[in-house]
């Protein structure tokens, strides 16, 4: 049995997809309300339940989204985590939600890490990344929250071609932050992500080579997702007299009370394991191929023995220079990006650049851009077709179709069923509702029309592009919508005196 065969090194959830933000990146695709068919808190506490059931000391847990803490069970689900045994980690969005009374809450629960997303050097190049101005704001403050409550850190950066030329300049930040771990993602077209803003395999290539020489020196530890190439990297830089990484990945899973390192890359199946906010397991949220769901199959089980999971878990199975490569059995090459560039989750790995048998250190920074390709998925794997990345809300592949029904006439929409969808959408500056903060101006509902007047903030609030769409998005949704219709005005001007908590 191979090192993760019997238990993943990390669990994934995604407690929802709703988020503040409108990241160019977002794997999720995330929405601006939760989607009525999240996992419920009672639901949530049975896979909490699964993940203990892996071993003894069980996989880390780590919460996502969208943005969790738009659930207000969370300090409830890390609270029952704590009490079965399993380390809980935590990645908030740069928003207003993360408050510190809810981070103390949190710690206090017995959150283990929070690990926040840092994509820029300034707050231009963050923002304009997350897509909200003020993201980065917020980001900092969570930070200090953070420190100030004594929650350990853990930095997480997208490297694409939009940030690779500012890692640099994060460095030093990071390093003042004092982060317990800087962890480099490795951007994957998947969801809003675009093959064109990926880095190429010579890129890819460079930036493991700076970031393992800054590793070989810096305070804080560094490890890629989908780039497990980098073990290859460090092997090689050992192989020709390079000092070890200041803090060398340790064997084993999390223990209670402390997050370890493993002893080799954690790959798509192949120590991680990712469940969606509707319950679908798969190998990770960067390779959406759903084998089952925590509502109806074993999470424990599937990860075991589905046929995908120990295929990605076989190193044997691995095609083209994956498979012939000395490094396979540690590093095994992406799966994701294997999968977005060809269909098939057993390829060659295009953004690995080594050649198998070949060594050869490269160094500094390099911006180019790699392609990738939809392609069906291969025969020998389940069938069905191929799912649409970034997920949605569709069912395992292969389900059956159903049989046509004529439809049942819708029911009327009503504005109380309105406002309670406008609730939903956050205003990501200040953490509250368009209706808590009043402003939504006028509601009409006309048969199937609903006519929405709003305002927001300022003339020149940063939101007045996104606003409207997520307001519509919100509504749209809703039983007997046949259209939604918003308009943004500003007389009589917005004031702080207009919201209405509570």
């Known amino acids: 049995m191979t090192a993760f065969g019997h238990a993943p090194f990390i669990v994934i959830w995604e407690t929802t997809r709703?988020?503040?933000?409108?990241?160019?990146?977002?794997?999720?695709?995330?929405?601006?309300?939760?989607?009525?068919?999240?996992?419920?808190?009672?639901?949530?506490?049975?896979?909490?339940?699964?993940?203990?059931?892996?071993?003894?000391?069980?996989?880390?847990?780590?919460?996502?989204?969208?943005?969790?803490?738009?659930?207000?069970?969370?300090?409830?689900?890390?609270?029952?985590?704590?009490?079965?045994?399993?380390?809980?980690?935590?990645?908030?969005?740069?928003?207003?939600?993360?408050?510190?009374?809810?981070?103390?809450a949190l710690r206090d629960a017995g959150l283990a890490r929070l690990a926040v997303s840092l994509d820029g050097a300034t707050a231009e190049a963050h923002d304009a990344f997350r897509g909200v101005r003020g993201s980065h704001r917020h980001t900092m403050l969570i930070l200090e929250r953070a420190r100030r409550l004594g929650l350990p850190l853990q930095i997480n950066t997208t490297v694409?071609?939009?940030?690779?030329?500012?890692?640099?300049?994060?460095?030093?930040?990071?390093?003042?932050?004092?982060?317990?771990?800087?962890?480099?993602?490795?951007?994957?077209?998947?969801?809003?992500?675009?093959?064109?803003?990926?880095?190429?395999?010579?890129?890819?290539?460079?930036?493991?080579?700076?970031?393992?020489?800054?590793?070989?020196?810096?305070?804080?530890?560094?490890?890629?997702?989908?780039?497990?190439?980098?073990?290859?990297?460090?092997?090689?830089?050992?192989?020709?007299?390079?000092?070890?990484?200041?803090?060398?990945?340790?064997?084993?899973?999390?223990?209670?009370?402390?997050?370890?390192?493993?002893?080799?890359?954690?790959?798509?199946?192949?120590?991680?394991?990712?469940?969606?906010?509707?319950?679908?397991?798969?190998?990770?949220?960067?390779?959406p191929l759903a084998v089952g769901n925590v509502r109806e199959t074993d999470l424990v089980a599937v990860y075991r023995e589905a046929p995908l999971f120990r295929a990605l878990r076989d190193p044997a199975r691995l095609g083209g220079r994956c498979g012939r490569c000395e490094y396979r059995e540690r590093c095994g090459g992406s799966r994701a990006r294997a999968y977005a560039a060809t269909g098939d989750p057993l390829g060659e790995d295009p953004g690995c650049a080594y050649e198998p048998g070949r060594q050869g250190p490269a160094t500094g920074l390099h911006p180019e851009i790699a392609g990738a390709s939809d392609a069906g998925a291969p025969a020998d794997l389940p069938s069905g077709g191929r799912p649409g990345i970034g997920g949605g809300s569709g069912g395992a592949a292969g389900a059956a179709p159903r049989t046509a029904e004529a439809p049942a006439p819708p029911p009327a929409v009503t504005p109380e069923a309105v406002r309670a969808a406008l609730r939903t959408v956050i205003d990501p500056e200040l953490g509250l509702s368009v209706v808590e903060l009043?402003?939504?101006?006028?509601?009409?509902?006309?048969?199937?029309?609903?006519?929405?007047?709003?305002?927001?903030?300022?003339?020149?609030?940063?939101?007045?592009?996104?606003?409207?769409?997520?307001?519509?998005?919100?509504?749209?949704?809703?039983?007997?919508v046949d259209a939604v219709h918003v308009a943004v005005v500003f007389d009589p001007p917005w004031t702080p005196a207009r919201i209405a908590v509570g």
Request: hydrophobic fraction near 40%; proline fraction near 10%; include cysteine.
């Open 160 to 287: 694409c071609r939009q940030t690779v030329e500012g890692l640099p300049a994060l460095v030093p930040q990071i390093e003042a932050l004092e982060p317990a771990l800087w962890a480099l993602f490795f951007l994957i077209p998947v969801g809003r992500a675009h093959a064109h803003q990926a880095l190429a395999a010579d890129g890819i290539e460079r930036v493991l080579h700076w970031a393992a020489a800054l590793a070989e020196a810096a305070p804080f530890a560094v490890k890629t997702t989908e780039a497990p190439h980098y073990w290859r990297v460090l092997a090689t830089r050992r192989l020709l007299g390079g000092p070890p990484p200041a803090e060398r990945p340790r064997s084993g899973r999390p223990a209670p009370g402390g997050i370890g390192r493993a002893d080799r890359a954690v790959t798509d199946g192949n120590g991680f394991v990712f469940v969606d906010h509707l319950g679908q397991i798969c190998p990770s949220g960067f390779l």
């Open 438 to 480: 009043g402003l939504v101006y006028g509601l009409v509902v006309e048969g199937g029309t609903v006519r929405i007047t709003m305002t927001l903030t300022a003339p020149g609030c940063p939101l007045h592009e996104v606003m409207p769409k997520w307001i519509a998005e919100s509504v749209r949704p809703l039983p007997g």
């Open 18 to 104: 709703a988020c503040a933000l409108a990241c160019v990146h977002c794997r999720a695709q995330a929405i601006p309300h939760r989607h009525p068919g999240e996992l419920t808190t009672e639901e949530g506490g049975r896979l909490i339940d699964r993940v203990a059931a892996f071993g003894d000391p069980p996989p880390l847990l780590v919460l996502t989204g969208g943005d969790p803490m738009r659930r207000p069970d969370l300090v409830e689900l890390v609270g029952h985590a704590r009490r079965r045994g399993v380390v809980v980690s935590l990645t908030p969005s740069g928003t207003g939600a993360a408050t510190e009374e809810r981070l103390r």
